[in-house]
């Protein structure tokens, strides 16, 4: 991974840079250049392996021009809170205020993460209602970093079929951009000159031609898809260093798993947790890592057994979240998502942990109970187009500058 660091923002080139005018003071410009690279800390354009280290890079979604989600009914009915289903019809927007409010609350998200120094890429705005899609504010579904590997997930929604391409193919060709670029400039330095390294590597999901099987009579009636091709959401798997742990759920099918796990970077692992969610998808309201060490779950849905089962996890600190979180009679609807979203809260390191603002239980058991330092942030539009903090972001960069 050596070989291609980028620079982070604040040793980047201004164009105000003067242009060298002789041979020497090119050569005395590239040296100090060269020091200053030396002196700046830099960080891969990949590289996560947990979900606790400090956030370096990330993408954060766009709510613009949401649409509900329209899949087959039985879909709808297995995922989606039972006073809401008959929203996801084909064509049923979101309402403005809701759409404009999120964006609001999206952008203000953006801005609390670069003030964190962290960099904040942001997708292209898609009008989903015109290409049949979902959303933009969801990227944590479609995408996941395991190392220095960028998988984009085979969707089983088809409303999501063309998601990663259409919002995010831009920012994906942007760090392979910069992949190649950094390489370039090093190929000096290396071993075989001459020979590219590409220390990122972007696996993009295989694209299904003709009928897609998927819906047709599941063979495992707990599960609304079945295993006739690859199909997992990146959201039911995380990161604990070498292993990866995740679940089957109505969108993540065996022939899925089988997939990613051969996408892995070399030594890394894939374990399925054993969860008791009848309506599973997506396992970032079900275990939450807040440090190395110190999970917290949701009993509803998993087991401290179950957990423990996990070799990566023997010797954690396992909590099960003591509370009964509440669906709000106020502000936006929850369309998407139960009172268990609390638990979707972004790690920024091991101690500071970004939380829905109205979530002040929560938030004060993390600081008296595990000393940790929520930073709370308005979300609840958010919430509304079907997920949180977690959901919203794709973790790019993880770890400590070198
Ligand atoms: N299914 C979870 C619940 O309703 C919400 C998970 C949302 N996560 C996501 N990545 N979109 O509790």
Redesign the pocket.
Same mark, same amino acid.
């Given at each position: 991974m050596s070989s291609s660091r980028l620079h982070t923002p604040s040793s980047s080139h201004s164009p105000a840079d003067p242009a060298p005018s002789s041979d020497s003071s090119s050569l005395a410009h590239h040296e100090q250049q060269q020091q200053q690279q030396q002196q700046t800390p830099t960080i891969p354009v990949l590289g996560a392996s947990d979900e606790w280290s400090p956030l370096r890079a990330v993408i954060v979604g766009c709510a613009e021009h949401s649409v509900f989600p329209s899949e087959p009914e039985h879909m709808i009915t297995a995922?989606m809170?039972a006073q809401h289903q008959r929203h996801f019809r084909p064509g049923h927007v979101f309402s403005h205020e809701i759409t404009a409010a999120a964006t609001a609350e999206l952008n203000h998200f953006a801005g609390v993460l670069q003030d964190a120094g962290i960099r904040v890429y942001r997708p292209r705005q898609v009008d989903w209602l015109a290409v049949g899609g979902y959303t933009g504010a969801?990227p944590? *579904?479609g995408l996941m970093v395991v190392g220095n590997t960028l998988i984009e997930a085979p969707f089983a929604w088809r409303c999501r079929r063309d998601e990663i391409r259409l919002a995010y193919g831009g920012i994906l060709d942007e760090l392979m951009r910069d992949d190649n670029d950094h390489n370039d400039h090093n190929d000096d330095d290396d071993d075989h000159p001459g020979a590219k390294q590409h220390a990122a590597r972007i696996c993009r999901a295989p694209t299904i031609i003709g009928k897609d099987t998927i819906y047709d009579d599941p063979k495992n009636s707990q599960w609304a898809i079945n295993d006739s091709r690859p199909a997992f *959401?990146a =959201?039911d798997f995380m990161r604990f260093g070498q292993t990866v742990l995740g679940q089957l759920s109505h969108v993540t099918n065996e022939k899925g798993v089988s997939y990613l796990r051969a996408l892995l970077p070399p030594g890394h692992t894939l374990e399925l947790v054993q969860v008791t969610d009848p309506? =599973?998808?997506?396992i970032?309201?079900?275990i939450l890592p807040l440090r190395r060490g110190l999970l917290i779950y949701n009993p509803d849905r998993v087991t401290e057994a179950a957990l423990r089962r996990h070799a990566v996890l023997r010797d954690w600190e396992l909590h099960p979240y003591p509370f009964v979180p509440k669906a709000r009679a106020d502000g936006p609807p929850s369309y998407?998502? +139960?009172?268990?979203?609390v638990l979707?809260a972004l790690s920024l390191d091991e101690k500071r942990i970004v939380v829905e603002q109205d979530d002040v239980e929560f938030a004060d058991w993390l600081r008296t109970r595990f000393g940790m330092e929520p930073i709370l942030v308005p979300f609840r539009h958010v919430h509304s187009i079907?997920? +949180?903090f977690?959901?919203a972001t794709v973790d790019l960069v993880r770890g400590e500058e070198e």
């Open positions: 995922t809170p969801m944590r *579904d *959401d =959201a309506h =599973a998808m997506h970032d309201a079900t998407m998502c +139960s009172p268990w979203l979707n079907g997920g +949180s977690h959901c």
